[in-house]
Antibody, heavy 119, light 111 residues
Framework: EVQLVQSGAEVKKPGESLKISCKGS????????IGWVRQMPGKGLEWMGI????????RYSPSFQGQVTISADKSISTAYLQWSSLKASDTAMYYC????????????WGRGTLVTVSS | NFMLTQPHSVSESPGKTVTISCTRS????????VQWYQQRPGSSPTTVIY?????PSGVPDRFSGSIDSSSNSASLTISGLKTEDEADYYC??????????FGGGTKLTVL
């Protein structure tokens, strides 16, 4: 069974760093793009960026470039989204999702990781 | 980069047909595939249409997609509406640099 298992909910303070994860199983991890999507409370989906674990090719939305870092460790089939200094406005649900190479849609989504940033 | 604009909300009665539009702000709608995702409350999104008009296995044929170059827009049509179709629907496309864009989402109410 193809699965994306995301790390658990996080509660952080402004200025703290954070790295959340998304572990893929049941498919060839290096043959699919993994993307990250933000959904702020009560709002729509926002595409943050995408990485191809096969060669680490990474693309960012202009809105998120420089604000987050997307990475992947193919040895453990896990992708990451990290912040060096969180803001209250980073409070959101973050989804990972996969797209087969050569396609431009997400086949499968994770359940999401809720990140709450509050002093 | 371009934007995808959707109506904020639509509503229709069970058994009827509803169409949700998605208009591309710049560049041709036909130059890059359009996808549609359904998100029910409290759940992750799922794909209902990919590559303009293709349905993933398991998605009923009540769901269909199309593009219209004259209006530079894509459409998701749901026929024979059921209460279970009540959800948020998002269109998505991409550009030549593999940057993806989501529309703002449309809340479908089936009443």
């Amino acid at each position: 069974e193809v699965q994306l298992v995301q790390s658990g909910a996080e509660v952080k303070k402004p200025g703290e760093s954070l790295k959340i994860s998304c572990k893929g199983s049941g498919y060839s991890f290096t043959s699919y793009w993994i993307g990250w999507v933000r959904q702020m409370p009560g709002k729509g989906l926002e595409w943050m960026g995408i990485i191809y674990p096969g060669d680490s090719d990474t693309r960012y939305s202009p809105s998120f470039q420089g604000q987050v870092t997307i990475s992947a460790d193919k040895s453990i089939s896990t992708a990451y989204l990290q912040w060096s200094s969180l803001k209250a406005s980073d409070t959101a649900m973050y989804y990972c999702a996969i797209a087969a190479a050569g396609t431009w849609y997400f086949d499968l989504w994770g359940r999401g990781t809720l990140v709450t940033v509050s002093s | 980069n371009f934007m995808l604009t959707q109506p904020h909300s639509v509503s229709e009665s069970p058994g009827k047909t509803v169409t949700i539009s998605c208009t591309r702000s710049s560049g041709s709608i036909a130059s890059n595939y359009v996808q549609w995702y359904q998100q029910r409350p409290g759940s992750s999104p799922t794909t209902v249409i990919y590559e303009d008009n293709q349905r993933p296995s398991g998605v009923p044929d009540r769901f269909s997609g199309s593009i219209d170059s004259s209006s530079n827009s894509a459409s998701l049509t749901i026929s024979g509406l059921k209460t279970e179709d009540e959800a948020d629907y998002y269109c998505q496309s991409y550009d030549s640099s593999n940057h993806w864009v989501f529309g703002g989402g449309t809340k479908l109410t089936v009443l």
